[in-house]
């Protein structure tokens, strides 16, 4: 599959492109992106004959995290030769962030701190004056330049423009949603419109909406809009066939017969999730009165071998449908202090502390190097972390800038060795999507998976057994609750059965996880 990417990347053709968890996606697309033709344009402002180099490639991603994982295997392959020069990764490469201020990007190497830009006005020196080979942008930040400074961005000469995790950026709704879904959808897409169509409306359709015609517009008049169609890439492991056929539809961006499909299918000699089988998964369940077991019905760990190693895979089945819930804004989360401390300790919890304290125990007595929490949109990553540290956990937020956070883990492929002060790494789906750590060893999912929780699981357990390695996953849920509504109604859930019943259709088998009964 790398081999039939590369080579279609290099080409002009649109491409569609859906491939299992692990097997490499990004890095074959970075490094297809990295052979094509470097793009340059006159300046008649500085002279007749003056050329300048301009922007080849736009690869938009769901979160900074992302971003800058694209940018570290850059320098990593930049710095295999020496230390390079000044401007020499900003040349080839510039990410495009919010909270990407200095301030906030210590210890960090001087190339990798000249090729992260800011989106506000004082920010775009480097970008307006040494354009990147390749630009990777979040769609907001993206969204920031255009409205204010497109000039910087200079997209009339853009060849290229890529879209990795595509299914996360553009929300579906699920075929069997109910009307009342559907107009909550409707509401939330009011309240908060999706960038990213905006972003690809104005660059590929004439279509007058509220949001995207005024600035394609206004992108025309300057002459700044792209003089030639560029080329399309969407990429995912979990895109449905509705969003697929959207693009030709609804969406108007691909044009029908003229769409490379790269798209795996599982086979036979793969499981139905797809995931590596050396991958264990494992379900912790917390009583009401606080004991925590392993889920009914889970099965002893097994000892595998090398034969039992499988190619990665992922699955398409329907899920439940969606359920909007307040997202917090990781980007503008400021480092916790002293005072802040104090004010953590007095607020009420978003989750149910014994559940950090299986994470803990877990975490304490099976991890040997680096693990992962994956924890709900709808929790402060910083109050986790907090709960955690006072359990006696190093845990910190995953941040691909900060060593201790995550930047040091990126190449690091020594997971089995143990650690004396093993690493927690806390972040939100929305930030995990996409980041390879070779050493993971162990996924932590604290709560029921989000949405459709079948694609959820999988990405989430796809940062874990790649390329061959063992992993484990493990999810922390809350087990039969009885509840009194407003109403006097008493409400019964149970997410372990929930959890049990996802993991049936993707045909996964809980295992025990030893320490626990």
């Known amino acids: 599959m790398q081999r039939k990417m590369i080579s279609a990347v290099v080409g002009s053709q649109d491409i569609l492109l859906q491939d299992f968890t692990g097997t490499g996606k990004s890095f074959g697309l970075l490094l297809g992106l990295l052979s094509k033709p470097r793009i340059s344009r006159y ?15 736009l690869l938009l991603v769901p979160h900074r995290d992302l971003a800058y994982q694209f940018l570290h295997w850059l320098h990593h392959l930049l710095t295999s030769a020496g230390e390079p020069g000044p401007y020499s990764l900003a040349s080839i490469v510039q ?32 970008l307006r004056n040494h354009p990147p080979h390749i630009l990777i942008a979040t769609p907001t930040a993206l969204m920031d330049v255009l409205r204010k400074e497109p000039e910087v961005l200079q997209l009339s000469t853009l060849s290229t423009v890529v879209v990795d995790e595509v299914d996360w950026l553009l929300q579906a709704l699920p075929r069997k949603s109910s009307k009342y879904a559907t107009e909550k959808a409707a509401r939330a897409n009011q309240k908060h419109p999706e960038v990213l169509k ?44 509705k969003l697929r056929t959207a693009f030709y539809g609804a969406y108007g961006w691909f044009i029908r017969g003229k ?15 797809g995931l590596n089988q050396t991958i264990t998964h494992h379900v912790l369940v917390m009583s009401q009165d606080g004991s925590v077991k392993n889920i009914a019905g889970a099965r002893k760990a097994r000892v595998y071998t090398p034969s039992d190693v499988s190619e990665h895979g992922s699955s398409c089945g329907e899920q439940d449908e969606e ?3 307040f997202i917090f804004d990781e980007d503008d989360e400021a480092p916790l202090d002293d005072e802040t ?28 190097n680096i693990a992962l929490l994956v924890v709900p949109a709808t929790t402060s990553v910083r109050r986790v972390i907090f709960e955690l540290n006072r359990l006696g956990v190093s845990a910190h ?7 201790d956070a995550g930047r040091a883990h990126l190449l690091s492929k020594n997971g089995d060795i143990p650690d004396e002060n093993p690493t927690l790494l806390v972040s939100t789906l929305a930030t995990t999507r996409g980041i390879d750590f070779p050493a993971l060893t162990h996924v932590f999912l604290l709560g029921l998976p989000e949405g459709r929780a079948g694609d959820v699981y999988l990405h989430v357990a796809g940062r874990v057994g790649r390329f061959g390695r063992r992993g484990k996953v493990i999810t922390i849920v ?17 997410d372990s059965k929930k959890v049990d019943t996802m993991l049936k259709k993707l045909g996964i088998g809980a295992t025990k996880l030893e320490h626990f009964d």
């Open 259 to 273: 769409v490379l499909k790269l798209i795996k299918r599982s086979s036979g000699s793969r499981p139905a999730h």
């Open 478 to 494: 809350e087990g039969r609750r009885e509840n009194e509504g407003k109403n006097g109604k008493v409400c019964v859930r149970d």
């Open 43 to 57: 300046n008649s402002k500085k002279g007749k004959d003056h050329v300048e180099k301009s922007i080849t490639t």
């Open 397 to 403: 937020g995953l941040d691909l800038v900060d060593n």
């Open 198 to 241: 905006t972003v690809l409306d104005v660059l590929y359709t004439n279509t007058k909406t509220k949001m995207s015609y005024p600035l394609r517009k206004r992108l025309l008049e300057k002459k700044l809009a792209p003089i030639h169609r560029p080329q399309l890439i969407m990429l995912s492991a979990t895109m449905r066939n």
């Open 323 to 325: 359920e909007e819930e």
């Open 95 to 126: 990410v495009l962030v919010r909270g990407s201020s200095p301030e906030n990007l210590t210890n960090s190497s001087p190339r990798i701190l000249e090729a992260i830009v800011n989106p506000s006005s004082s920010g775009l020196s480097m």
């Open 341 to 368: 401390d104090t004010n953590m300790l007095q607020a009420s919890p978003v989750f149910t502390p014994g559940m950090l304290e299986a994470v803990a125990s877990a975490f304490a007595l099976d991890v040997p």
